[in-house]
């Protein structure tokens, strides 16, 4: 079991940046692929970031490369989503998850931080 907590949402003015945290319990995190994902109001939720177990595999969401930055500390059991530039596009509720598949599903899920963007 994986226990997910985001931190770090907030309401920034476009083109401000934010720095999004997500902590995992469980002495297991470092085998776990973990993915950022965001669901803004009458949309679905769609993926943002995901990383692999050791950093070195990331993969984003086209309409955030270039902008946004994912990255992981498995000794604090931490994953991190920079967000920089940001549009009211942005504006969601961003979602941490753990993966113990590769990415194909997503088994943990956590709370979820907002993220507004003002124009």
């Known amino acids: 079991q994986v226990q997910l907590v985001e931190s770090g949402g907030g309401l920034v003015q476009a083109g401000g940046s934010l720095r999004l945290s997500c902590a995992a319990s469980?002495?297991?995190?470092?085998?776990?692929?973990m993915g950022w994902f965001r669901q803004a109001p009458g949309k679905e939720r769609e993926s943002v970031a995901h990383i692999n177990w050791s950093g070195g595999n990331i993969v984003y969401a086209d309409s955030v490369k270039g902008r946004f930055t994912i990255s992981r500390d498995n000794a604090k059991n931490t994953v991190y989503l920079e967000l920089d530039s940001l549009t009211p596009e942005d504006t969601a509720v961003y979602y941490c998850?753990?993966?113990?598949?590769?990415?194909?599903?997503?088994?943990?899920w956590g709370q979820g931080t907002q993220v507004t963007v003002s124009s």
């Open positions: 469980g002495h297991t995190f470092r085998i776990y692929d």
């Open positions: 998850s753990a993966s113990t598949d590769g990415g194909t599903s997503w088994s943990y």
